[in-house]
């Protein structure tokens, strides 16, 4: 039996923190997602990632400015799902995010968004100024 | 006794506040604060608090929750109590492990098995 193909999926969406909206836009994510047959594993990195990102471009990125918005863009197909994380601060230095798994900040309690997204997904980069995410899941090697 | 908010359910048994989230995914910042807000409150009201987080029935968790946790629990034990989880399935306990948090909390594989020696029934 050979499977019909999927065609590429490809979205974007600028967002301002209305949570219904993200919701919508994770379960439209999350639909092409299982037609491109991504494993419940996988939709669990991808929306849990998704999710962090977009929070830390409302949060850090534009500094909770209601005014401000997230831009997500995607491109998904049945090898790879790609993600634009893009807000409108000034962007950060990656490096300079403490590593909330050592002893001495267990009990911090934030900074754990981008560290799940580097365990969750293949591949996960700013690019400068630091205020874009480009953040992608392969299915077979991560 | 049990009230209901519109997030939580919160049962006291016999002196352990055992806590049961209403939604399956805690991602939503503003229901994640006014969790934050509800389960301070009632560690707060306690002399030597002791809770129980139920995460039956959750199937996604932000790291923002995890920072509700991670307040509540040092909360709970500055004020000479414990936190005590459970009921977590494997993909949430996985981010627990990635972040190392499985260390910081007292984690039990279902609630009957935390509320042992726990005082409560």
């Known amino acids: ?142 | 006794m049990s009230t209901e908010t519109s997030r939580i359910r919160v049962t006291d048994l016999s002196g352990v506040l055992r806590v049961e989230f209403v939604d399956k995914d805690i991602l939503d910042e503003a229901a994640i604060r006014q969790i934050s807000t509800e389960l301070l409150k009632r560690v707060e009201a306690a002399p030597s608090p002791r809770m129980l987080i139920s995460f039956r029935g959750v199937e996604h968790l932000s790291s923002a929750a995890l920072g509700t946790l991670i307040t509540i629990n040092s909360l709970t034990k500055k004020r000479g109590g414990q936190l005590r989880l459970s009921d977590i399935k494997p993909s949430i306990m996985e981010v627990f492990t990635i972040t190392k948090l499985n260390k910081l909390f007292q984690i039990f594989e279902t609630s009957e098995k935390a509320l042992e020696g726990f005082g409560g029934k």
């Open chain 1, 1 to 142: 039996m050979t499977l019909q193909p999927q065609p590429v999926v490809e979205g974007s969406v600028r967002l301002l923190e209305i949570n219904a909206e993200i919701e919508r836009v994770q379960n439209s994510i999350a639909e092409t997602l299982s037609q491109h047959s991504y494993s419940d594993a996988a939709m669990f990195a991808i929306r849990l990632s998704l999710e962090e990102a977009m929070m830390n471009g409302f949060r850090h990125g534009n500094l909770a400015d209601p005014s401000k918005f997230v831009e997500v863009r995607w491109r998904i197909d049945s090898n790879s799902a790609n993600f634009h994380v893009i807000d409108e601060g000034e962007g950060f230095d990656p490096g300079a995010v403490p590593d909330p798994t050592l002893d001495e900040n267990l009990e911090i309690p934030s900074g754990r968004g981008l560290m799940l997204i580097r365990a969750y997904m293949s591949d996960a980069r700013y690019h400068d100024p630091g205020n874009h995410l480009e953040m992608t899941f392969r299915k077979v090697a991560k």
